[in-house]
């Protein structure tokens, strides 16, 4: 429950003289000089405080006046919420304590700038487009004027809004605006360590890339913050179906069983076109083409021969077309087999494509992740979670059938909780339905859990069962912690809240794994972070920690919070390149975020699944709704990112408590980590950077029956780090004239941080058990480094406060918005990674572009 503490009551022997005293106050208020009356109260903050006793702080914070949230287990630590004035005398009386803003505060650093590196959000749906920037300098900003064009197909201008406010509207046929925010002298204020978002809305969207739009706001220090728009090659082309006007693009879906598919894509625009004929193909192996029916019209029947011209009869497109097709014999399941052109009467021509060459399936189906990692063998040997607790912290979870059953079809220990039941926000954050029953409404949270514990079996592309299942550990105890909201957003204090829950009920749940999906930028070092501090508690209470490496790849040092923790497992990305069936072609996606941390620990520690994988996801989740192209039929969803490869390994470490359950974390760690496969190429060299896939690709089948032990966390003292008698660094440095990092007493392992498609650097070498960079080295007396440093142009000082040429913090280590999925976007929503590569193949997926080579030919191999 929340913990409020308040003064609300006194003795009645004191009553009268309380009473007499508050009069005696209103009647010296009356005096005050007429100013004074009428000054404003201060405004309200939350703030995260730690760095003594909770008693203790509690205790100051009342004096000061303020009032306290919460008082966390997990740290020594209290969410409270004072003023600027009560702040300062909190800090007087106690003057070593460390104080975080929930909502985000600025660097001190002057190197803090504007983040505007964010790309476009397009919302077909409502003809919408979004951009946001987020203010990182330390002083509040106006904007006092903005410049911004558009597409002229985009036509009439509804409206312009920023951060809410209507600064134009009804602007009819023009392709840009640029006009004076200013209004009765006030302009629009950002304040420090916040974000604006401008949002256009148009008639309809004629193009889906961000180097069409232009947005320039001028702020009142004359600097400009800008959208920074990507190459058309890069991230903004997410909308495959609209990025070329002559192409739209969509799943197939297939239903095997009734030798049918059914094909449906929305057009760009809204014009009503007249179909003068139809060019059809499909494979001659499916037979005679018995009905084809477009926008729930027949258009012919009984053809034969594959392909075929046919007489379009005038019929009306203009929003979406839909396409079925039965056929008598067989239907392929590849996309590539089949092509539908329109050729409308004037002139121009529609071909319909697909998003991708995964074939679409229906109930019964593979999601083909359990048999990427040869977790697949270890069902068929009657491993499957059974009895293991995995809690999850992320936006919560719909019940769906497979979740609220077991491989049995046995009802299975499930447990809900929500952090936004203590704030009674339910109409805000949906943390329940009518029913009072618990709810997704992002999305994201159902499809992590699905990854972890889907019941349902697997079968073959022809209706034949595996043995397997498509949840990598289907009978685990699934333990749903609510902290993200139906937009995916959350601050520091309610994940903080939901790790407490989960530390409260581990024995209730058997909880041995904590998956968390998400990812923050750093602001301080990994010792100082809260939610890392807690995180530590959590590994030392006996549960395995797992995290996302983040989705800000692929150069080097992009690891967020909390996947920067050294204790914990942190997990990269990789995809499988459209062939499930072939590990020959996988790859690292230029995604997936790659390390050294800050403080030189290598990460991510392993690498797993996360390109495109499918999961369970209710159709009226805000992701579904946003992004219908990547429905996968059947309540099943497309998506990408380090969150679902996270997902994959927590299922993994359930399999192996379930089959071990004495293993401690540590245990967990050494075996997932000296079990993986190494991507190497052809002549045994490293495919990447132990920076971009750490120890390699998980293997499930290997993790359950490895034996190793102590290879991990080496050199590292979790009590110390605790109670703050010790800190530590990592193996990892950067040459401060080359600019590589590499790793110390390690010959082949340098890394310019670039991501080069797999080309290999000289001298690559494999690596045993993990330890190399598992080891930690301890910080004592400041003493950190003689042969290079942590990163480039920085040092670290004896006291730690510089950070490449800048103050860190004062006072207390502050961080730049605790809004985390929308400032790091962990969650493969709608956020276009804007640092992703394109190898040549347009595979477009959740997230942005999945970086894809057809001259990939790196082969995962067992360590040597």
């Known amino acids: 429950m929340e913990s409020k503490v308040m003064l609300t009551g006194y003795p009645l022997k004191g009553l009268l003289l309380s009473l007499m005293l508050g009069l005696s106050l209103v009647v010296a208020a009356t005096l005050m000089n007429q100013e004074s009356a009428s000054a404003e109260p201060l405004p309200l903050n939350d703030y995260i405080i730690h760095g003594a006793s909770s008693k203790t702080l509690e205790k100051h914070v009342l004096e000061a006046g303020g009032e306290v949230l919460h008082r966390f287990m997990a740290i020594e630590g209290i969410a409270a919420r004072l003023d600027l004035q009560q702040l300062e005398s909190l800090k007087k009386s106690l003057p070593l304590i460390r104080v975080f803003e929930d909502q985000g505060l600025s660097l001190s650093s002057a190197q803090a700038v504007w983040d505007d590196s964010k790309p476009l959000k397009f919302k077909k749906k409502n003809n919408k487009v979004k951009w946001t920037a987020t203010n990182f300098t330390d002083e509040t900003r106006i904007i006092e004027s903005a410049s911004i064009s558009w597409p002229y197909a985009n036509g009439e201008v509804k409206k312009i809004k920023i951060n809410g406010k209507a600064i134009a509207k009804n602007l009819k046929d023009v392709s840009g605006w640029s006009g004076d925010t200013l209004k009765k002298g006030k302009g629009i204020k950002i304040k420090a360590g916040k974000r604006l978002k401008v949002e256009l809305n148009f008639e309809k969207i004629s193009s889906f890339q961000d180097t069409d739009y232009t947005i320039d706001l001028t702020l009142d220090d004359g600097s400009v913050v800008t959208l920074q728009s990507k190459a058309s090659n890069d991230q903004s082309e997410t909308f495959a179906q609209v990025s070329n006007s002559n192409v739209v693009s969509s799943p197939i879906h297939y239903a095997v069983k009734s030798k049918s598919l059914e094909w449906k894509v929305d057009l760009p625009d809204n014009t009503k076109r007249f179909a003068q004929s139809y060019f059809i193909e499909w494979p001659e192996t499916n037979g005679v083409l018995e009905k084809l029916v477009i926008n729930d019209e027949e258009v012919a029947k009984k053809i034969a021969g594959g392909s075929a011209t046919l007489n379009g009869n005038a019929q009306v497109i203009s929003q979406s077309i839909k396409v079925k097709m039965e056929f008598k014999d067989k239907v392929s399941i590849d996309d590539g087999d089949y092509g539908v052109v329109i050729v409308f009467a004037d002139g121009s021509k529609q071909a319909l494509t697909t998003t991708n060459s995964l074939p679409k399936q229906d109930k019964k189906r593979d999601t083909f992740v359990s048999t990427i990692i040869g977790a697949d063998e270890v069902h068929k040997q009657g491993i499957t979670g059974l009895g293991v607790g995995v809690a999850i912290i992320d936006s919560g979870m719909d ?39 618990y709810i997704d409404g992002n999305g994201h949270g159902t499809h992590v859990a699905s990854i972890i514990g889907n019941s349902d079996e697997t079968y073959e592309l022809l209706g034949k069962k595996t043995g397997a299942f498509n949840g990598v550990a289907p009978d685990v105890n699934l333990i749903a912690v609510q902290a993200f909201d139906d937009k995916g957003r959350s601050s520091y204090k309610d994940v903080l809240l939901a790790i407490d829950y989960v530390l409260e009920n581990k024995d209730l749940y058997n909880i041995r794994v904590l998956n968390l999906s998400f990812s923050a930028l750093p602001r301080s070092f990994y010792w100082d972070d809260p939610i890392n501090q807690a995180l530590m508690r959590l590994w030392d209470a006996g549960i395995t920690v797992i995290a996302a490496a983040g989705n800000r790849g692929p150069e080097a040092m992009t690891i967020g919070v909390p996947g920067n923790n050294p204790y914990i497992i942190t997990v990269g990305a990789v995809s499988d390149n459209y062939t499930p069936n072939n590990g020959n072609d996988d790859f690292v996606t230029s995604f997936s975020s790659a390390g050294p941390t800050y403080e030189g620990f290598i990460k991510p520690e392993l690498v797993a699944p996360g390109g495109h994988i499918q999961g369970l996801m209710d159709d009226k989740a805000g992701l579904f709704v946003d992004y219908p192209m990547y429905d996968d039929n059947n309540d099943y969803f497309l998506l990408s990112g380090t969150s679902q490869a996270t997902a994959v390994a927590s299922g993994v470490a359930a399999l192996m408590l379930s089959h071990s359950p004495d293993l401690t974390p540590n245990d967990i760690k050494c075996r997932l980590m000296s079990s993986t496969k190494v991507a190497v190429t052809g002549d045994n060299k490293l495919a990447y950077s132990v920076f971009q896939q750490g120890a390699g690709m998980i293997n499930a089948q290997a993790a359950v029956n490895n034996q190793n032990s102590g290879c991990a966390n080496g050199g590292l003292d979790l009590a110390k780090d605790l109670d703050g008698t010790g800190h530590y660094v990592g193996p990892a440095r950067q040459d401060e004239v080359t600019g590589e990092f590499y790793v110390l007493e390690a010959e082949g392992l340098e890394w310019n941080g670039v ?50 040429n800048g103050v860190l913090w004062a006072n207390g280590v502050l961080w730049a918005n605790g809004d985390l999925p929308e400032t790091q976007n962990v969650w493969s929503k709608d956020e276009q990674w804007n640092r992703a590569k394109n190898w040549g193949q347009e595979n477009y997926f959740d997230a942005g572009i999945e970086a894809a080579s057809a001259d990939i030919s790196n082969v995962w191999v067992d360590q040597q």
């Open 399 to 437: 019940l769906r059938k497979q979740l609220a059953v077991d491989s049995n079809k046995n009802e299975r220990l499930v447990a809900f909780h929500s952090v936004f039941d203590q704030e009674n926000i339910f109409s805000d954050k949906q943390s329940k339905d009518d029913k009072g029953e």
């Open 755 to 804: 991501y080069n498609d797999g080309v290999l650097w000289a001298n690559g070498v494999l690596w045993a058990n993990g330890v190399l960079w598992a080891n930690g080295v301890l910080w004592a007396n400041n003493e950190v480094m003689a042969d290079g440093v942590l990163w480039a142009n920085g040092v670290l000082w004896a006291n730690g406060v510089l950070w490449a």
